[in-house]
């Protein structure tokens, strides 16, 4: 198998970085649930954050991308995906009008997943365009999860406040994978 990771909110903790910067408290599961109805998704960072909390990133510049904090699980998850992928690949957006996203991100993962070799960084919005038998993707987004899997892929959504996995438990993230990874759970 080959394991496709997404960074942000997967690898890397984008969303109490951008909280940080607009000067708000991170979303929580329950204000997430006060949003809508328990299977709807309806989180928005620019009503959260403001309109312009894009181009307070990019004024940010390459920094904020680079600086993000490791999610609490990376390492565990990391070794879970090595055990079982033949490669493993960071696939990421290379960001929301924020052209510096791109040069943070491949600092960003210099950083704090080495093993991955450069060659092995694929950023585009498009990630359904890498779907494929005996491909997984770990994402925190539903819709990537949608398309990928409508592309012949398969797929993991690490429980977020923002997604329809949000009512399980963030810090059961590697004990969940593993069992994915190994059949025991359902995607």
Not at 61 to 72: I, N, Q, R, S, V
Not at 107 to 116: F, G, S
């Amino acid at each position: 198998m080959i394991t496709f990771l997404d960074l942000d909110g997967v690898c890397a903790d984008f969303h109490a970085a951008a909280s940080r910067l607009a000067g708000v408290a991170p979303i929580t599961t329950a204000e997430h649930r006060a949003m809508g109805e328990a299977n709807t998704c309806t989180y928005r960072l620019e009503d959260r954050m403001g309109d312009d909390i894009w181009q307070r990133i990019e004024l940010a510049g390459a920094d904020f991308w680079a600086e993000l904090e490791p999610t609490p699980w990376l390492g565990e998850m990391f070794d879970q995906v090595r055990e079982v992928s033949e490669e493993v690949f960071i696939l990421s957006s290379p960001g929301h009008l924020a052209a510096s996203a791109v040069p943070g991100k491949v600092a960003w993962c210099q950083r704090h997943l080495p093993r991955i070799p450069v060659r092995n960084l694929i950023f585009t919005g498009h990630k359904h365009l890498m779907a494929d038998i005996g491909r997984l993707l770990i994402d925190d987004a539903d819709d990537m999860c949608e398309r990928f899997e409508e592309y012949g892929g398969l797929t993991w959504c690490v429980p977020q406040p923002w997604n329809e996995r949000r009512s399980q438990t963030v810090h059961l993230v590697p004990e969940l994978l593993h069992l994915y990874l190994h059949g025991q759970w359902g995607a």
